[in-house]
Nanobody, 124 residues
Framework: QLQLVESGGGLVQPGGSLRLSCAVS????????IGWFRQAPWKEREGVSC????????NYADSVKGRFTVSRDNAKNTVFLQLNSLKPEDTAVYYC?????????????????WGQGTQVTVSS
């Protein structure tokens, strides 16, 4: 069955870095788009980045452009999100999600399959 499992979250100081992983199983990454979303307490879920599994095309929210980088390893069925220059406002639970898509990926919460999330905390 289709599953997504996030890992790599933790506590980091402002300006620090983390790399999140999204391990997928039950489907071929090349057939899907993978989105990264985050949700902080009392805030709406926010799309931060996404990638097309087939060609590697990416998209980023303005709030993370230049700081976050999404990539994938199709052979390992894994998508990564590199978080650099972290700010306290980046603190949230980060989720990866999947949907069938072969063109530009979207940052709207329209993905069909979701992981359980991994906590990222940026101290202030």
């Amino acid at each position: 069955q289709l599953q997504l499992v996030e890992s790599g979250g933790g506590l980091v100081q402002p300006g620090g870095s983390l790399r999140l992983s999204c391990a997928v199983s039950g489907f071929a990454l090349r057939d899907y788009a993978i989105g990264w979303f985050r949700q902080a307490p009392w805030k709406e879920r926010e799309g931060v980045s996404c990638i097309i599994g087939s060609d590697g095309n990416t998209n980023y929210a303005d709030s993370v452009k230049g700081r976050f980088t999404v990539s994938r390893d199709n052979a390992k069925n894994t998508v990564f999100l590199q978080l650099n220059s972290l700010k306290p406002e980046d603190t949230a639970v980060y989720y990866c999600a999947a949907r069938i898509e072969f063109r530009r990926c979207v940052l709207d919460p329209v993905y069909a399959y979701w992981g359980q999330g991994t906590q990222v905390t940026v101290s202030s």
